[in-house]
């Protein structure tokens, strides 16, 4: 055996001897032994992974974080020759445990992308026309700075609009936006989740609650689609439960995936989840099937609760929602008998209404009346908690007192500041009020796909003086920009330290970056300091920002690197349980609602109805793409199937005079598209379906160009009052033969 083969069999130091911070100063020696090692050596012998250590030649396996969605599963990346050859799951993350899902195992095409955008470009033809010419570094960063201090010094720094999704290197974004001034921060949420967050926030104090399966033997999903959500480690666990023998209910307009595996799907009418609710409520009070020792020692406002909802009976429900009275009856009855082993999903989107809120606040309240938590400490719904990982110092950021554009809080009082309103931004930008935006910088982000109504978003994109983003491709919004900034793929990159529960994971580079493509962490900094904001970034590099997070704990980065995490102790929880509301409790009736000028519970509002002729309009995920970034993605491509028809039910395509795979006109009130239909009866007679993220009109997107239709040229803009949510089911449309 030569020297060399002897060094490449070396085996290192396996990912569970390296546990606990406080341990690690006596292993460090053991570890510095670790090297690069032959991938078929290591797998034949069970090892752990080694130390990032590239090499031209070298075969090696690196432990790190996926992007595919926001869930970040645990990756095993391994590189042979230089070259990404496989992702696995990674078995010591509680997300993956060893597994990945159908976006995950293709995230290496997202690195090897021939449409990737691997120089920095700066637009030189009409915004819009696709134009663009390579620029140098310093060129882009120079021109960028300088257009961001022409907006902040001629108009406030509140002309410019930040916007960015939910990624690992977000606070390095908000530390640029919020040193530079501007109070306009948009993100997805709206789009998503904010009616869930908000009323949870406002009922239990916290704004996702954790979802404890062990055990469950009931469970009820509001139009939550677990088998081809994001949540891949909670879709596991709700499968562990149905193979156990649990009864899942999936109240759903739509067969999806996750009904197809349900005790029961029922086809609610859409927007009528809340009457639902509203009805278990109804018969868990009257009949007494609450568990009152948490009611009485947890809860506040249950009179006005059991005198708001005694009006709400399945007879009533039944009429509005189109599910047979018993079984709305049998359902509340087979519910509480579960109790504590039971609860309702908080969902994310559910009914997709401006009713949503109130669906939301019912939800939370129902779970309350069960009893979530059946022992003091053992809560089945509860904050996440996590390490609190070391920060670089900065200053304070400056004093900010100009009107946010979205109407936080000043339109939408209770929204909390980080949701924001998304959608209300576009339209600040088109009306001019409270005052008129300049400039526009976004980052991993598509407003254009993603905000409804897109050709209103162009016509405010058109509007706007400067526009910079931030991605690895160039996308429908890119489209439009004046400078784009490439950033490194999640495997070329790090990122910020990701806390998960008492573990503390690492996304680190496992090829070097191709191009000229750099982190975010890299371009921040940068930029920060040609806006006279380098206080604000106060580390060397990559590395040294990492350093600076772990540095509370005993560990070294090279150790970090070599196993991908590492455990730190948390403080147990004692005491008496208190919730993070005003009253400490769980608030069956909120007083901060009731303030605000809402009502403090619960209650119905109606949603609208199509008129004769028309349909809901469903949105809704598919397991082979996250929303709007990966329908470029060669691999992906090849798994979809009907994803980029229209859902339409036989009987409705027959009075139509429709065929299976004909093409059809779809019209809303603000858009019409061109798309095949799918005679399916998987949905309801009076809806139909799109799924979201295609239609891309990037020419920059080879495969995604023009491939199938978007569902953002037909949704109306609907918000939500209370929580700011967009209601996209509530656009209604007309289908007829093209």
């Not at 916007?163 to 949420?189: D, I, M, V, W």
């Not at 900010?400 to 998304?422: E, H, M, N, Q």
Request: charged letters at 20%; one cysteine or more; glycine letters at 8%.
């Amino acid at each position: 055996m030569t020297d060399q083969e002897r060094k490449r069999r070396h085996l290192p130091l396996t990912r569970r001897q390296f546990i606990k911070g406080a341990t690690l100063a006596g292993t460090g020696a053991a570890m510095a032994k670790a090297g690069v090692f032959d991938l078929g050596t290591a797998h034949a012998q069970g090892v752990g992974t080694t130390h990032f250590l590239p090499g031209p030649t070298a075969d090696y396996q690196v432990p790190t974080l996926c992007e595919m969605c926001v869930w970040r599963c645990g990756v095993i990346a391994k590189v042979r020759n230089g070259v990404i050859e496989k992702l696995d799951g990674n078995p010591d993350h509680p997300h993956s445990l060893g597994n990945l899902c159908t976006r995950g195992q293709s995230g290496l095409m997202m690195t090897y992308d021939p449409d990737r955008v691997l120089y920095p470009l700066m637009r030189v033809g009409e915004r819009g026309s696709g134009r663009f010419r390579r620029a140098t570094w310093d060129e882009a960063l120079d021109f960028t700075a300088e257009q961001m201090l022409r907006i902040r010094d001629t108009y406030g720094p509140e002309a410019m609009i930040f916007s960015s999704t939910h990624n690992l290197s977000q606070p390095l974004f908000e530390n640029l936006l919020n040193a530079y001034g501007s109070p306009n921060y948009g993100t997805q949420r709206s789009l998503c989740f904010n009616a869930m967050i908000t009323a949870h926030l406002l009922t239990l104090g916290i704004q996702e609650p954790a979802r404890r399966y062990d055990g469950m033997n009931y469970i009820i999903l509001v139009g939550r689609n677990l088998f081809e959500g994001i949540s891949t480690s909670e879709s596991r666990q709700l499968m562990e439960r149905i193979a156990a023998g649990a009864h899942v209910v999936a109240l759903d307009p739509r067969f999806t995936k996750t009904a197809a595996h349900a005790s029961e799907w029922l086809p609610i009418k859409p927007g009528t989840d809340l009457a639902f609710l509203l009805a278990l409520i109804n018969v868990i009070i009257s009949e007494r099937l609450y568990d009152s020792w948490f009611v009485e020692r947890y809860t506040v406002g249950f009179e006005e609760l059991a005198a708001e909802t005694a009006q709400y009976t399945p007879r009533w429900a039944a009429a509005i929602c189109e599910i047979p009275e018993a079984t709305i009856y049998r359902i509340a009855h087979e519910f509480a008998a579960a109790k504590p082993y039971a609860f309702v999903h908080p969902g994310w989107r559910t009914s997709n209404f401006i009713n949503s809120f109130q669906t939301e606040r019912a939800i939370a309240v129902l779970n309350a009346l069960i009893g979530i938590c059946p022992e003091q400490g053992d809560c089945i719904f509860a904050d996440e908690t996590a390490v609190t990982v070391g920060v670089p110092p900065q200053p304070p950021y400056p004093r900010i007192t100009a009107l946010r554009l979205d109407g936080v809080p000043w339109k939408y009082p209770l929204v909390p500041l980080k949701l924001g309103v998304f959608q209300e931004i576009r339209d600040a930008v088109l009306s001019g009020e409270p005052y008129q935006a300049r400039g526009w910088f976004f980052s991993r982000q598509n407003p254009i796909m993603s905000i409804p109504d897109r050709a209103r978003t162009i016509e405010a994109f058109k509007k706007l003086e400067f526009i910079v983003s931030i991605d690895i491709i160039l996308n429908d919004s890119s489209w439009y920009a004046d400078v784009i900034l490439p950033e490194a793929t999640y495997l070329e990159r790090y990122d910020p330290v990701h806390p998960v529960g008492n573990r503390v994971y690492i996304r680190q580079p496992v090829v070097e970056p191709l191009g000229e493509a750099r982190s975010a962490l890299w371009i921040y900094r940068e930029l920060g300091k040609r806006l006279g904001l380098g206080d604000y970034f106060q580390y060397v590099d990559e590395e040294d920002y990492i350093r600076q997070q772990i540095a509370p704990f005993n560990v070294s980065l090279e150790q970090f690197k070599q196993v991908g995490y590492f455990e730190v102790e948390l403080p147990e929880e004692g005491g008496e349980r208190r919730w993070n509301t005003p009253s400490g409790k769980v608030e069956l009736a909120s007083e901060t609602l009731r303030n605000a000028g809402f009502p403090a519970v619960p209650v119905w509002e109606a949603p609208p109805e199509p008129p004769a002729g028309r349909f809901y309009l469903l949105t809704g995920k598919v397991g082979q793409h996250t929303q709007f970034a990966t329908q470029n993605n060669a691999y992906l491509t090849q798994v979809d199937y009907h994803t980029q028809d229209l859902w339409l039910h036989p009987a409705a395509a027959a009075e139509r005079g429709i065929a299976d795979g004909d093409l059809v006109r779809v019209t809303s009130d603000v858009g019409q598209v061109e798309v095949r239909v799918w005679l399916t009866e998987g949905i309801r007679r009076d809806c139909v379906y799109l799924a979201p993220g295609f239609g891309h009109r990037s020419r920059g997107l080879k495969i995604a160009y023009d491939r199938g239709v978007s569902s953002s040229d037909l949704h109306v803009t609907y918000t939500d009052p209370i929580s700011g949510s967009q209601a996209l089911t509530q656009t209604f449309v007309t289908v007829e033969r093209a």
